[in-house]
């Protein structure tokens, strides 16, 4: 037979109304009190009904996380920094990948997913502000990156320009005058590729170098599109010292094939990326990259989010939020 509340209640010696505000985190309880009721709770291997405290109180405590593709390593690890800040806040979260497509991005605005959940956290990459305004419905939304920046919307994102401008003006501080770079869209003016390019074409120009489309390399942001584009380069003929990978992957899929073909990094060719995952620390040698404020951006996001479902003081119109940023300098361009 299943384990009940009342059974809860009688093991710990409280009543149910007790019972029901330590699962439902009412403050007002004594740590002693919430302790005994968590230790018979977990002595009787007590299930709470989610369903039902969610219809009775409207709320599941429960955020959406919609991001592209988990297989990402910065979507990784920004979801499991997402996650431990929504548990500290109290908050669970479900996560959806949506594999960019418009199909998949509407079902999680508008589908049983949605329903599931108090608020979501969404990287729209398919889908125009127009389309999410439509379908976003009721419910607190907060969108990540920059595929949209809409007043309309909660926005909380990355200093993209100003921070590819950084890295790629510390390629050129270094001596550096043929750069590289790696992941280019060209058809991009407002993704990251888009404002990432713009930062390293301003960086250019604040050097005194003219932009050469020779050395834009279009290509998957994965590290094979990364060393698929250095093969490109090395086989074509174009001179170059130093490369900016567009994220971390592209560049350690680089920095990997100018290895493999005997060209000394840093030496030869200074390697540098962008977003600081772990494996950049760890790669050999270790990759000089910018930390876009991913804690920051976690921090910010969800308490934004939880802010708009708890109604604390958040304000009426979108608000635009930007992560700072820090170049993470190591012996791949040093």
Not at 21 to 31: G, K, Q, S
Request: aromatic share 6%; with cysteine.
């Amino acid at each position: 037979m299943a384990v009940t509340m009342n059974d809860v209640a009688r093991t710990a010696g409280v009543s149910l109304k007790t019972v029901s505000n330590v699962l439902n985190d009412y403050e007002f309880i004594r740590p002693a009190t919430k302790q005994k009721v968590l230790d018979a709770i977990a002595a009787l291997g007590y299930e709470a009904n989610l369903t039902a405290r969610s219809l009775r109180s409207g709320k599941t405590r429960m955020l959406g996380l919609v991001l592209s593709d988990l297989s990402a390593p910065y979507y990784a690890e920004l979801a499991s920094r997402l996650m431990k800040v929504a548990s500290d806040r109290g908050y669970r979260v479900l996560v959806e990948q949506s594999a960019a497509t418009r199909e998949n991005e509407l079902a999680a605005l508008q589908g049983q997913f949605r329903q599931l959940t108090d608020g979501l956290l969404f990287t729209p990459l398919a889908l125009g502000p127009d389309d999410v305004a439509v379908a976003q419905g009721d419910k607190p939304l907060v969108l990540l990156g920059e595929h949209i920046a809409d007043p309309r919307f909660d926005l909380v994102t990355m200093k993209n320009t100003e921070a590819a401008h950084a890295i790629t003006s510390h390629l050129l501080a270094s001596g550096r005058r043929r750069v590289a770079v790696l992941g280019a869209v060209p058809e991009d003016t407002t993704g990251s590729s888009g404002l990432r390019m713009l930062g390293y074409r301003q960086a250019l120009t604040a050097a005194g170098l003219d932009f050469d489309p020779d050395l834009a390399v279009m290509c998957d942001w994965r590290r094979d599109g990364g060393a698929t584009a250095i093969r490109q380069l090395l086989d074509s003929g174009v001179q170059f010292d130093a490369v900016f990978g567009l994220n971390d992957t592209v560049a350690l899929g680089a920095m990997h094939e100018l290895l493999m073909r005997g060209v000394k990094v840093p030496d030869e060719v200074a390697v540098a990326g962008f977003d600081d995952i772990d494996e950049a620390r760890f790669a050999s040698p270790s990759l000089t990259t910018v930390a876009p404020g991913m804690d920051e951006i976690a921090e910010r996001s969800v308490g934004l989010l939880i802010d708009r479902i708890e109604g604390n003081g958040a304000t009426a119109n979108g608000m635009q939020l930007e992560a700072g940023f820090e170049l993470r300098i190591r012996d791949s361009a040093p």
